[in-house]
């Protein structure tokens, strides 16, 4: 077996490579398209990296470590840098590089239309979040991983806010970062308590103290809760839900990427490293399970009465996310992150689907489109398959990831959770094939033209008028063929070799295995059927009247409309909370401390302005000075002798 | 009459020169009691020579007189001056350097 190191150390240093060379270059940046085919080569070759490298873990290994000490100390460095080689590390690597890879590409078809400089820009952060969230899939520590995980922030921000000219994309960007760093907070925090508790950092020496019962249990909860609360925020659990809809603003390409595929399951992958802490606090990892299966639950509706075709596939995500932390906390990490992987596959080729069918019809409302089968015959299959995985039917990418996921929060004794994530699993199934019918088939709306150059404005991709959509180009059709594949692949691979009772493995001693019944994955199925017949019955026949259906769930619909008023009352609570407080302590800096000294400085200009009235500018009065002033000093003299 | 007699006369000649100084308003009446000042010490000069038998104090008060003499006319045409810039002689009008 050949070593894994040097590919895996490529494929992280080549973005980073490109992202100097694009950052640094300026007129290689403004070349646009030639910023981008670097970028693209250069992703290419860290794709191949990755997958020579994960290769070359087969079979499992032992972990392998390269660390660099950082900041060297006597006593061994302070902090150190370097990868984490293991199987799971290495998969979520070729995840990380195939999608960045085919996103840049796709990227290039898809942003045909932008001026050159912002398209190197674009490049650069492109880059940039493809070296960070591989160091922070890599990180062998939780100090590195903190750095990356604020530097993928970062990037999303800067991706969000891409078209920074517009006020909605500058809004969701910085509402997207202070959701997450509101998280993050809890994560530093958690980190520090972490090395005060155990005294290192390295994932490696912190699984074996935690194995070995050598870590002491008290405290432990509030630092896993820490930890914790900085993956909900980076993946989107309730409450820190509200950013990934209004992240949507961002170009298509990058809600793939960042806010589908990787960024916003690096919370998940967190909680998958430290599941050995995780288990180590029950009562923690139950609040993970609840939250997430509410989450799961919670996104699933409000997706059902989106129209905007990119907002629909946000809450999924969410919901989605909310399935993983749902396994994680019932003990079976690995579940989660199985589904993790899959999930990060056939998302972003949803997301690059919508881009495909934004692109063409310029409008992001479902609304606005319809019979697009026709004219997208591409599009429409790959749709379709993302579509099938996501709502989990057999064969497809999805499907056996959903069942475990099912399965473990059975086995790890959550029968009511269980029974919620069926219910979003049926509410999944409906809301896309709801998309599905109203976007490819039917008939197309009418007066189109008019809402479509009225919406144009408001929408990603430029301007075509919707009877001359088409199929997109090869450089943005390859991308979604492959991913479909290995979607596909994933399904028939994983159908063929069914890894059933890999979860009862996983799942934990400490928490109680409760047997899974055998008509659990056949009744997924058939939840996961009736929801797309229901959508199909009324989307397509029209036998059931969807506006008779809206009003059947009229009060749920309404609030979902709202968004459950979340987003109002976390805005109300940073508005009077965290502004509130700020407009009071900026009151004390104003008036409190720079009051004492305005107070002193004042003082000092009463007494000069005092003193002044000394120089009258009398001859006489300065006389009196001279004379008095002699008399007193003779007076002194004579007195001393 | 002692050394005392004249030191005590130049004392309150000297005392009547300080309270003009600083009591009279006219520039004019300045001068003058700076003059009756300067009497004073000459005043003390030449009695001082006279009781210590030194005639270099006699000639010490000449030459004061003298320069004294010029004095009086220099501060005569400053005040002169101060009059056509000012319109005034009035010394507490005088007050440019007020703070």
């Given at each position: 077996m050949a070593d894994p190191t040097l590919p895996i150390a490529t494929a992280l240093l080549l973005p980073l490579l490109s992202f100097l060379l694009l950052g640094v270059i300026a007129p290689l940046r403004r070349l646009g398209r030639g910023a981008g085919y670097v970028s693209l080569l250069l992703s290419c070759g860290a794709l191949a990296g990755a997958l020579l490298g994960w290769q070359r873990t087969f079979p499992e290994p032992e972990p392998i470590r390269l660390l660099t000490s950082w900041l060297p100390?006597?006593?061994?460095?302070?902090?150190?840098?370097?990868?984490?080689?293991?199987?799971?590390?290495?998969?979520?690597?070729?995840?990380?590089?195939?999608?960045?890879c085919l996103v840049q590409a796709y990227s290039l078809g898809y942003l045909h239309d932008e001026p050159r400089a912002s398209l190197g820009r674009y490049y650069a952060y492109q880059s940039l979040f493809a070296f960070s969230m591989m160091g922070l899939v890599l990180a062998p520590n939780l100090l590195q991983l903190f750095i990356c995980w604020e530097l993928v922030g970062l990037c999303s921000y800067l991706l969000i806010g891409f078209w920074y000219q517009r006020p909605a994309a500058a809004r969701a960007a910085v509402k997207a970062f202070w959701t997450t760093k509101a998280g993050d907070v809890g994560l530093l925090i958690g980190i520090v308590l972490l090395w005060r508790h155990a005294g290192t950092?390295?994932?490696?020496?912190?699984?074996?103290?935690a194995e070995s019962g050598r870590l002491a249990p008290a405290g432990l909860s509030v630092i896993t809760f820490c930890l914790y609360l900085g993956a909900a925020g980076k993946s989107a659990q309730f409450p820190f839900h509200i950013w990934l809809p209004d992240a949507m603003e961002g170009p298509t390409p990058v809600s793939a990427l960042i806010h589908a595929a990787t960024m916003v399951t690096a919370g998940v992958y967190l909680l998958f490293r430290t599941e050995w802490l995780f288990a180590l606090t029950p009562d923690v990892l139950l609040i993970v399970a609840f939250v997430g299966a509410f989450t799961a639950l919670m996104a699933a509706v409000l997706a059902c009465v989106q129209t905007d075709i990119k907002k629909v596939l946000a809450y999924s995500t969410v919901s989605q996310l909310g399935y993983m932390m749902a396994a994680i906390g019932s003990g079976a990490a690995h579940a989660g992150f199985?589904?993790?992987?899959?999930?990060?596959?056939?998302?972003?080729?949803?997301?690059?689907?919508?881009?495909?069918?934004?692109?063409?019809?310029?409008?992001?409302?479902?609304?606005?489109?319809?019979?697009?089968?026709?004219r997208m015959p591409q599009t429409v299959i790959i749709f379709v398959i993302g579509t099938l995985s996501l709502a989990g039917m057999p064969f497809f990418g999805g499907f056996l990831s959903k069942e475990e996921i099912l399965a473990a929060v059975w086995a790890g004794g959550h029968p009511v959770l269980c029974l919620v994530l069926l219910v979003a699993a049926f509410l999944t199934a409906f809301y896309m094939f709801r998309v599905v019918f109203l976007t490819f088939f039917g008939v197309p709306s009418e007066g189109r033209g008019s809402a479509v150059s009225h919406h144009a404005a408001a929408t990603d991709g430029p301007p075509h008028s919707a009877p001359h959509a088409h199929d997109p180009p090869l450089i943005m059709a390859a991308p979604l063929w492959l991913l479909a594949i290995v979607s596909m692949a994933i399904g028939l691979y994983f159908t063929w070799q069914h890894p059933a009772p890999e979860f009862a493995a996983a799942a934990r001693d400490t928490v109680a295995t409760v047997p899974v019944p055998g008509w659990l994955s056949p009744l997924a199925v058939v939840v996961a059927s009736s929801g797309i017949l229901l959508a199909w019955l009324t989307y397509q026949r029209r036998t059931i009247d969807a506006t008779r259906l809206a009003a059947a769930f009229g009060p749920i619909r309404h609030a979902a409309l709202a968004r459950f008023w979340i987003d109002d009352v976390v805005m109300l609570a940073y508005?009077?909370?965290?502004?509130?407080?700020?407009?009071?302590?900026?009151?004390?800096?104003?008036?409190?401390?720079?009051?004492?000294?305005?107070?002193?400085?004042?003082?000092?200009?009463?007494?000069?302005?005092?003193g002044r009235r000394v120089q009258t500018g009398r001859v006489q009065d300065y006389l009196y000075g001279v004379a008095l002033g002699l008399l007193a000093l003779i007076t002194w003299i004579g007195w001393a002798r | 009459m002692g050394l005392s007699s004249y030191l005590t006369l130049a004392a309150i000649v000297f005392c009547i020169g300080l309270f003009g100084v600083v009591t009279r308003r006219n520039t004019v009446g300045i001068l003058l009691s700076v003059e009756l000042m300067l009497n004073a010490v000459n005043i003390n000069l030449v009695a001082f020579s006279r009781f210590h038998?030194?005639?270099?104090?006699?000639?010490?008060?000449?030459?004061?007189?003298?320069?004294?003499?010029?004095?009086?006319?220099?501060?005569?045409?400053?005040?002169?001056?101060?009059?056509?810039?000012?319109?005034?002689?009035?010394?507490?009008e005088i007050d440019l350097l007020k703070g």
């Open positions: 100390a006597h006593a061994g460095p302070l902090a150190s840098v370097g990868l984490l080689i293991d199987h799971a590390s290495t998969m979520m690597l070729v995840l990380v590089a195939l999608v960045s950092l390295e994932l490696l020496d912190l699984r074996l103290l199985f589904h993790l992987l899959t999930h990060g596959v056939f998302k972003a080729l949803l997301f690059l689907g919508a881009g495909a069918v934004i692109h063409a019809v310029g409008s992001n409302e479902i609304t606005h489109m319809g019979g697009l089968a026709r508005r009077g909370g965290l502004l509130a407080g700020a407009r009071a302590i900026g009151w004390v800096d104003r008036y409190l401390v720079d009051g004492v000294v305005n107070a002193l400085s004042a003082a000092v200009v009463m007494g000069a302005d005092r | 038998g030194q005639t270099l104090g006699m000639i010490f008060t000449l030459f004061a007189i003298c320069i004294t003499v010029a004095e009086v006319a220099l501060g005569l045409a400053l005040v002169i001056l101060l009059f056509r810039t000012r319109r005034t002689v009035l010394a507490d």
